[in-house]
């Protein structure tokens, strides 16, 4: 198997989640990603514990495919390793302020000190050169300053989606980026900076309904799980759980409406097309629920499915590990970590490549697991790395 990154090797200074799975996207792909945190653990080391060590899930997820080592950076003899390790390095990851980059001499111009085609991908809260660029933040800030968190929810009760999209994006664009700065690099041999930054990654997503504004000034209000732009579109309760629906185009509402015994809605001017559905969503999705209220959720999913309706149940977590098409098409793995009551199921890189696919190669790194390892292929002695235990550097 051809690991398209191998002999990459990747500084990971990164925290929670942009940076460390931006690196671990990187080490599926065959990169030398080396975690570096505190001596006594990261902060996102430890949320949602699951492992006999404290460690959490959120870290055993964003840093499986790593190895690991503890260093206060900080310290001179930290600093010394820092610059050493960046000597046989290709990238640089740090989610990190600024100026803390700077004061760590983690900035581009210190990195290129070093190594003059490094490449340093950096994220940050609301991105350089706006008023707000020097306040840290976190996914949430990203959702509710792009309108996503106004548009959800009720309208008397705007809401945040649970799911980190705005930290996964970010991480995913970061991860673009750097295999664009890589490539650029085998043509120019030259380093450069790669800078994503939270508000800009849901900016960027959320970007059509501010385009709509912008234009067409509708003035949405959030709706609930009601659709805006087609109808049906909703959750519903079945007998035994609740079904997601999505309906687009006139084609499918045809096929709908046969569905449903709503035939006579064909030639209602309020559900003409898409736009018009969308306006009249609330009476169309009292149709639906009523039609789903009557059946069970396997009986409604199968009368979907064969009037070829998007559906799907929502599914508890529990419910998604034990789905048998998230089993069967590989979207969750069961890997071991030390510690663990069961196996963790872990989602493997969520893009296929025929010819160099991502893949597993070793669990998140237990605290300090490689530091040794790393020391010595730096040319440290045995005596030099217990001198630099015994000075707290690692």
């Known amino acids: ?94 989610n990190l302020p600024p100026e803390v980059l700077a004061n760590l001499g983690l900035d581009l111009a210190s990195l290129q000190a070093v190594k003059p085609d490094i490449i340093l991908t950096t994220a940050t809260a609301f991105g350089l050169g706006g008023p707000l660029g020097h306040r840290h933040g976190f996914d949430g800030i990203g959702q509710a300053m792009c309108g996503s968190v106004y548009l959800t929810g009720e309208p008397d009760h705007p809401m945040r989606a649970t799911v980190n999209w705005v930290d996964a994006g970010t991480a995913s664009l970061a991860a673009f980026g750097t295999l664009a700065a ?43 799980n009601l659709g805006i732009v087609s109808a049906p579109s909703d959750v519903y309760r079945t007998t035994d759980g609740w079904v997601m629906v999505s309906c687009v185009g006139t084609p499918m509402f045809r096929r709908w409406a046969r569905l449903v015994g709503a035939t006579d809605w064909l030639e209602d001017p309020r559900f003409a097309d898409d736009a018009a559905r969308a306006r009249h969503g609330a009476v169309v999705s009292a149709r639906m629920a009523t039609w789903m209220a009557a059946r069970s959720t396997a009986e409604a999913l199968a009368a979907l499915d064969t009037a070829s309706m998007p559906a799907a149940p929502i599914l508890s977590p529990q419910q998604v590990i034990d789905d048998p098409h998230v089993r069967a098409a590989g979207l969750l793995e069961d890997r071991p970590y030390p510690g663990l009551a069961h196996p963790a199921p872990l989602a493997p890189t969520p893009v296929q490549l025929s010819e160099t696919p991502g893949r597993f190669r070793r669990a998140a790194p237990t605290l300090g697991e490689h530091t040794d390892e790393i020391l010595t292929e730096l040319g440290y002695a045995a005596s030099d790395i217990a001198l630099l235990r015994e000075q707290q550097v690692i």
């Open 1 to 94: 198997m051809n690991d398209v990154l191998a002999g990459v090797r990747v500084l990971d200074f990164g925290r929670y989640i942009a940076g460390p799975y931006c690196a671990a996207l990187l080490a599926d792909l065959g990169a030398d990603v080396i975690r570096i945190e505190r001596r006594d653990g990261g902060e996102d080391r430890w949320i949602l514990p699951v492992a006999d060590d404290g460690a959490g899930a959120l870290y055993l997820v964003m840093n499986r495919n790593k190895r690991g080592m503890t260093l206060d950076p900080a310290h001179p003899s930290g600093r010394a390793i820092v610059r050493q390790l960046v000597a046989t390095a290709d990238v640089v990851i740090a």
């Open 182 to 224: 890589l490539m650029a690099r085998g043509k120019t041999g030259r380093g450069q900076q790669v800078e994503t930054a939270l508000l800009q990654t849901a900016i960027a997503f959320n970007n059509p309904p501010l385009l709509e504004q912008a234009v067409a000034a509708p003035n949405r209000v959030p709706t609930g």
